[in-house]
C-alpha cells in the first residue's frame, strides 16, 4: 500500500466520471443555454471550467462566439485541452481582454470562502465589458445538508473511492480516500473539500454587481429544490 496526501480538488479531478456528474449535466445545461440565448454576446469566459464539458458543450451551441475557460486545476485543464478548448490556469487578474458574459457551473461559487467570493467578484469586475453578466448555480441549504450528506463509494477496475460528507452551520464538508491501482500496489490518496452556504442577501450586498434573476431548480427532482440559478450584471 502507498499512501499520498492530495487535495480533494485533485482527488476529485481524479474521479469525476465515477461520479454520476456527467448524468445530469445535460439538466443543467440547458438552463444555461435558455439564459444565454436571451442574452447579446460575443465572448464568455467559464470560471473553474473543469475538465470542458460544458465549454465544449458551448462551442457546439454558439461555434461562433469566443470561449475561454479557467481552472485552477492543471489536470482538469490538460483534460479540457485535449477537447481542443482554449483554457488555461490563469487567475483572473492575469487574463488580457475583457468578457461580455462570465459563467461558474455547478456550483463552483460554493467551494470558495466568503473573502474568495468577494474578491473573485471585484476581479471579475475587471474581466466584464461594462453591463456584462455574470451566470453562475449554487447549491441550496436543502442541496446542502439533506441531499449530499451521508456516505458514498463507487469504483472501477483500477480506482475505488470512498466519500463521507457532513453539513453544520452552513458548512458541507467531504472527505475523499482513493484507492489507485499502481502496478501491482494502490496508491491510497485523502483529501478533503468543504462547501459553503450563501444566501441572496450575501449576492445583495456586493459592490457593483446587481441580480437579475433567481432560479430555483431541481436538478435531482428530490424533495425541495436543490439548486439556484443566479444572473447578475456589473452595474459599474
Not at 152 to 161: C, K, L
Not at 174 to 183: D, I, K, M, P, W
Request: glycine share 6%; proline share 1%; net charge negative.
Amino acid at each position: 500500500m502507498l499512501n499520498d496526501n492530495q487535495s480533494g480538488l485533485e482527488i476529485y479531478a481524479k474521479v469525476e466520471d465515477l461520479l454520476g456528474v456527467y448524468e445530469v449535466a445535460p439538466k443543467l445545461y440547458r438552463y444555461y443555454y435558455d439564459t444565454l440565448e436571451d442574452l447579446s454576446f460575443n465572448s464568455l469566459l467559464d470560471i473553474g471550467c473543469g475538465s470542458g464539458h460544458f465549454l465544449k458543450s458551448l462551442k457546439l451551441k454558439f461555434p461562433s462566439k469566443r470561449l475561454y475557460g479557467i481552472d485552477k486545476s492543471r489536470v482538469m485543464v490538460e483534460r479540457a485541452k485535449s477537447f481542443g478548448l482554449d483554457v488555461s490556469t490563469k487567475r483572473l487578474h492575469e487574463l488580457d481582454g475583457k468578457f461580455d458574459i462570465a459563467t461558474a457551473i455547478f456550483d463552483m461559487i460554493n467551494y470558495l470562502k466568503q473573502d474568495e467570493l468577494e474578491s473573485l467578484f471585484r476581479d471579475l469586475r475587471e474581466s466584464l465589458m461594462d453591463s456584462g453578466y455574470f451566470l453562475f448555480d449554487i447549491n441550496s441549504e436543502f442541496g446542502l445538508s439533506e441531499l449530499a450528506v451521508g456516505s458514498f463509494s463507487t469504483e472501477d477496475e483500477n480506482r475505488f473511492i470512498a466519500i463521507e460528507s457532513d453539513y453544520q452551520e452552513g458548512i458541507y464538508e467531504s472527505h475523499f480516500t482513493l484507492f489507485e491501482r499502481v502496478g501491482s500496489l494502490y496508491r491510497r490518496s485523502h483529501g478533503v473539500i468543504k462547501q459553503y452556504l450563501y444566501r441572496k442577501e450575501f449576492f445583495q450586498t456586493l459592490d457593483g454587481w446587481k441580480i437579475i434573476e433567481i432560479l430555483p431548480i431541481k436538478l435531482y427532482d428530490m424533495g425541495a429544490y436543490d439548486k439556484e440559478i443566479y444572473l447578475m450584471q456589473k452595474i459599474y
